[in-house]
């Protein structure tokens, strides 16, 4: 018979490296402008900007896909449409012109307070609207209905000449918050961190909850919970909007970080980019998500500095990390999952 006591100890021993290991980089990340300054590399703060904007992305896309087993080729789609609003209203802010011709009253504005907003719920309603419909079918149907949707989004954005077409649309600055000055990439990284902070904070609440639960069950047995009573579709179409809301605002703030959006934004390939995020990282946790938003900007960042094939080094990466670390980054380091 096995002894519990060394396993017991190993829990423990996990959980410590676990804490410890959060202690850390909570430290390095409220530190990391200065450490910057420290070593004369400013230009790394846009990165880690960068890093944590797609680590909301790919967190949002963890809460349907990890937890709710709902494979989406289309969350891109959310990104885009937060962005886009951000950038119309801001458009029309330059203008002075309405953004309906025949509703005058509905001005641009480059006020975050706003255009943040907007940008959640018109992503939300997005999710709503397409989650209705694509969460009525399984498997490869699901994927490959959110991809059809989010291709539609892609060149519904790309045929508006007004706002740019295919050559995207330019800000001239960064939205406006009443408090904080957006134009300084501290500030503007500080918020992004608090942000993505009160995201997974609130991500793990919802895990941990009876809603979470009920969101998990349904990926390993939809069936079961439904003769047990539970209307899984309004918790998987509830989840699903949250997602496309978390995003877009992602969205919106990836074009305040750049003040550029284009179609790029929303293409299928981006919708990739963040599930191999997802995977990476360790789908079905809290922090891998945002692990592997570091992992994968990282690797391309250094590695498109010596060669412009980096991703013939990129992909043989990913597959040993897939073959080999099947809970992902977050599992090779701390070898269970985290509120799943």
């Not at 919970?225 to 919106?252: D, P």
């Amino acid at each position: 018979m096995t002894d519990p006591v060394p396993l017991k100890h190993t829990g423990i021993l996990a959980k410590c490296r676990r804490n410890v290991a959060t202690i850390l980089v909570f430290g390095l990340l409220l530190t990391l402008p200065w450490l910057l300054d420290l070593i004369d590399q400013q230009y790394l703060l846009s990165l880690a900007t960068r890093v944590l904007i797609y680590g909301l992305a790919a967190s949002s896309l963890n809460l349907i896909l990890g937890y709710g087993g709902m494979v989406s080729l289309g969350h891109a789609a959310f990104t885009g449409i937060g962005g886009y609003t951000v950038a119309i209203l801001a458009f029309h802010s330059y203008e002075k012109t309405p953004i309906l011709g025949w509703l005058p009253w509905l001005q641009g504005t480059e006020n975050g307070l706003v255009a943040w907003p907007l940008a959640m719920a018109l992503a939300a309603l997005f999710g709503l609207i397409t989650g209705a419909i694509s969460l009525r079918t399984k498997g490869m149907h699901f994927i490959m209905i959110t991809l059809a949707f989010a291709q539609m989004v892609y060149f519904f954005f790309t045929s508006l000449d007004t706002y740019g077409g295919s050559d995207g649309l330019a800000l001239y600055g960064r939205n406006q918050l009443p408090v904080l000055d957006l134009g300084s990439d501290r500030n503007f990284y500080f918020l992004c961190l608090g942000i993505l902070l009160t995201f997974l904070y609130l991500t793990y609440r919802l895990v941990h909850a009876r809603f979470g639960r009920v969101l998990i069950g349904s990926r390993e047995n939809e069936q079961r919970l439904q003769v047990l009573g539970y209307a899984t579709f309004g918790y998987r179409l509830f989840s699903y909007c949250l997602a496309g809301a978390a995003a877009g605002l992602a969205g919106a703030l990836l074009v305040n970080q750049g003040e550029f959006v284009s179609p790029g934004l929303i293409h299928w390939t981006r919708s990739g980019e963040i599930m191999v995020m997802v995977l990476l990282g360790g789908m079905g946790t809290l922090t891998g998500p945002v692990l592997g938003a570091a992992a994968l900007l990282l690797l391309e960042e250094y590695l498109a500095m010596y060669t412009e094939h980096w991703m013939v080094i990129l992909g043989p990466f990913l597959i040993l990390v897939v073959l080999f670390a099947r809970g992902g980054l977050h599992g090779l380091l701390f070898g269970q999952k985290e509120g799943s």
